[in-house]
């Protein structure tokens, strides 16, 4: 009896070499900008199948010395694959809460960072005519340093840009907890033309004494594409003030 079922077990084990080769070449990502990989859904669960299996039906044999080897094998195989859909739908159910929890914690902080601050006006100096600077009046409403730059566009927010601040430009400033604060922005022209898409970005950052919930980046600008886009928060950017 024994010998029979070393037998089944071996066939079984051995089994997993040409599903392997299988999973390998049919499961492969295709071409093109975007390629799914499904490597391991074939070999992965049979591998998981036939060590429950073989683990199972070896102990049972154990015990039980004289019971019907074949429909030993026929009924653990019903079994096995019950546990495993069984274990596979709780972990689904699992994955799917856990991921539900981190997305409603997640949209809690992007919401904690949206109204961490308030863009209450901009304006350009020395004229809107020939600008050389952008003026911003912010609202922090939470603690923590600040940064930013401003880009002018030609044709909406993709269109060819006018002009940018400089790196080394971008102004720092620290505020405390509803504290009003001005940046200035520095314009360096890309090009000739006049810019019809302003966008001002706020960089906050929590520092060592913030209460900023977490770093991160908004940018305001004319009809944002999504109120957040996996890196950024996006917000509409208010009516530029005359000066």
């Known amino acids: 009896m024994w010998k029979q079922h070393i037998a089944i077990c071996t066939t079984l084990a051995l089994l997993a070499i040409p599903l392997y080769f299988?999973?390998?070449?049919?499961?492969?990502?295709?071409?093109?900008?975007?390629?799914?990989d499904f490597s391991g859904v074939i070999i992965i669960p049979y591998i998981a199948f036939a060590g429950?299996?073989?683990?199972?039906?070896?102990?049972?044999?154990?015990?039980?010395?004289?019971?019907?080897?074949?429909?030993?094998?026929?009924?653990f195989c019903i079994l096995t694959?019950?546990?495993l859909v069984v274990g596979f739908l709780t972990y689904s159910a699992r994955q799917r809460a856990s991921d539900a929890a981190n997305y409603k914690?997640?949209?809690?902080?992007?919401?904690?960072?949206?109204?961490?601050?308030?863009?209450?006006?901009?304006?350009?100096?020395?004229?809107?005519?020939a600008p050389k600077e952008i003026h911003v009046r912010v609202k922090a409403n939470e603690s923590g340093r600040f940064s930013g730059n401003a880009e002018g566009r030609a044709?909406?927010?993709?269109?060819?840009?006018?002009?940018t601040t400089n790196t080394q430009d971008f102004p720092h400033t620290k505020a405390d907890k509803g504290e009003e604060f001005s940046l200035v922005f520095p314009l360096h022209f890309l090009k000739e033309g006049k810019a019809d898409s302003i966008s001002i970005t706020i960089y906050l950052s929590r520092g060592e004494t913030g209460?900023?919930?977490?770093d991160g980046t908004i940018i305001?600008?004319?009809?944002?594409?999504?109120?957040?886009d996996g890196l950024f928060i996006r917000e509409q950017i208010p009516p530029r003030t005359p000066h």
Request: glycine share 8%; no cysteine; aromatic share 10%.
């Open 81 to 83: 694959i019950g546990l």
């Open 220 to 228: 305001f600008e004319d009809k944002p594409s999504s109120p957040y």
């Open 105 to 129: 914690k997640r949209d809690e902080i992007i919401q904690q960072l949206r109204n961490s601050i308030e863009l209450r006006e901009w304006w350009y100096e020395p004229s809107d005519e």
């Open 211 to 214: 209460t900023i919930v977490e």
């Open 52 to 75: 429950v299996h073989i683990a199972v039906s070896s102990l049972i044999l154990a015990v039980s010395p004289n019971v019907r080897l074949i429909p030993l094998h026929l009924f």
């Open 155 to 163: 044709g909406g927010n993709l269109g060819e840009m006018i002009f």
């Open 22 to 36: 299988a999973d390998k070449y049919l499961t492969k990502g295709g071409g093109g900008w975007i390629s799914l």
